[in-house]
């Protein structure tokens, strides 16, 4: 087995968070520097940018699983990566359905826009990624299962806008892969907050939207190479591989 140094959460300018620096080559460039083998693209509700993303970052030898931070009708934020571009593209569709219509104001909560490997603009999102889709949590993650993805609620340590702030227990028959915390140290509080997680994997991501916060915070893989079967397997404990704490 070999270890894979992963940041699995971070916003591109696609998000309206998301600072211009936070382009392709910017993040590529950011995670090569910092020793990052494995990139987690994870912007608000969409998955528009993941494929240039992912392009720039396999001609470097970067691994990119392609994902969204999904807001469900109740303000939860979901992670959830999917095993090809085409299948994220697929669920681009379902978001496309289900992202409430409310008209971005780029002077307020920033601009929406995929850039090309140059960055040069290519799409402009006009609604608001960072509103609530109109799908509740089951009927989210059922969605993400029925496009063969992995599904981890995001910083459920934080006060806002996480499985526990919004809902506070771990809902019955939510079966998730992961659950993710913003600090190294965040799982044992939460383990002694809500017991339900007992047994549950951790995960850490840096929930960049700079790219000086990349790699604040990661997960170790232990497997036999950076791909999406691999991390699915580790995120089980399957077969050898494993998150290494």
Known sequence: MHSFRADLHMHTVLSPCGDLSMSPRGIVAECLAKGVAIIGVTDHNTTRQCRIVTEVAREKG?????????TTREEVHLLAYFPSLDVA??????????????????????????????????????????????ADIYTSAQAVRDHGGLLIPAHVGKGKNSL???????????????LEVSMADGQARVARRYP??????????????YVEDIASVTTLFSMERPDFYEIQMALAGENGRGVIP
């Open 62 to 70: 970067l691994f990119v699983l392609p994902g969204v931070e999904m």
């Open 89 to 134: 593209d697929d669920f681009q569709r379902w978001l496309d359905t289900h992202l409430q219509v409310v008209e971005n104001k780029p002077e307020f909560f920033g601009y929406q826009v995929v850039v090309d490997r140059h960055e040069q603009v290519v799409y402009q999102e006009d609604r608001l990624l960072i509103a609530a889709l109109d």
């Open 164 to 178: 526990f702030s919004q809902l506070g227990i771990m809902p019955e028959g939510l079966e998730v892969d992961a």
């Open 196 to 209: 339900a997680v007992t047994g549950c994997t951790f995960v850490t991501g840096s929930d960049a939207h």
